[in-house]
T-cell receptor, first 116, second 116 residues
Framework: AQSVSQHNHHVILSEAASLELGCNYS??????LFWYVQYPGQHLQLLLK??????LVKGIKGFEAEFIKSKFSFNLRKPSVQWSDTAEYFC??????????????FGQGTTLQVKP | GAVVSQHPSRVICKSGTSVKIECRSL??????MFWYRQFPKKSLMLMAT?????????EQGVEKDKFLINHASLTLSTLTVTSAHPEDSSFYIC????????????FGPGTRLTVL
């Protein structure tokens, strides 16, 4: 079955530490990949997305993610986290590529807690 | 840009009553809107895909007669939870894609439904 896995459920970091959140999916075809962030009490916001081209994509607030096709992965990274990055992070995959007929499948989410 | 609103933000109702939740795209037209359900500490589960002017497509296991979806215009979709029961208590989130073929979903702030 098509699925998206986020291996880190709860991550606690100190400010200025580096962050990497894992995301893997199970699907052999074309995919569109997304990372969304949900700050406490707020709605989901798009951090970054990958459709095609350069597998290293940069998003807002200093986040980036790398698509490694051979590993079916799309890990999220940030070199130096801030207390304001405390939030829930969701990886989402649209399997089958572009076009608005396919649905987004979300990972379980990772809770990031940054200690000041 | 690409703002999605939901109304109400929270609602409490008695068991057996029906509740309508509105999802509006405020600054764009949305050919497709999606309805999700988010359980505490869990990921988003897609309930249905709503296309303007046509019947919604429900995910497996989602009762279409219980969760009525209407997408009457390019800026409004409604979800009606009919004969609500306590197990329907949840956080309901909608999203919308701005243009035909767009793969980026923009999310509303969600509606917290509590059924007593």
């Amino acid at each position: 079955a098509q699925s998206v896995s986020q291996h880190n459920h709860h991550v606690i970091l100190s400010e200025a530490a580096s962050l990497e959140l894992g995301c893997n999916y199970s699907y052999g075809g074309t995919v569109n990949l997304f990372w969304y962030v949900q700050y406490p009490g707020q709605h989901l916001q798009l951090l970054l997305k990958y459709f095609s081209g350069d597998p290293l994509v940069k998003g807002i607030k200093g986040f980036e993610a790398e698509f490694i096709k051979s590993k079916f992965s799309f890990n999220l990274r940030k070199p130096s986290v801030q207390w304001s990055d405390t939030a829930e992070y969701f990886c989402a995959v649209k399997m089958g590529g572009s076009g608005n007929t396919g649905k987004l499948i979300f990972g379980q989410g990772t809770t990031l807690q940054v200690k000041p | 840009g690409a703002v999605v609103s939901q109304h109400p933000s929270r609602v409490i109702c008695k068991s057996g009553t029906s509740v309508k939740i509105e999802c509006r795209s405020l600054d764009f037209q949305a050919t497709t809107m999606f309805w999700y359900r988010q359980f505490p500490k869990k990921s988003l589960m897609l309930m249905a895909t709503s296309n303007e002017g046509s019947k919604a497509t429900y995910e497996q296991g989602v009762e279409k007669d219980k969760f009525l979806i209407n997408h009457a215009s390019l800026t409004l979709s409604t979800l009606t939870v009919t004969s609500a029961h306590p197990e329907d208590s949840s956080f309901y989130i909608c999203s919308a894609t701005p243009v035909q073929g767009s793969d980026t979903q923009y999310f509303g702030p969600g509606t917290r439904l509590t059924v007593l």
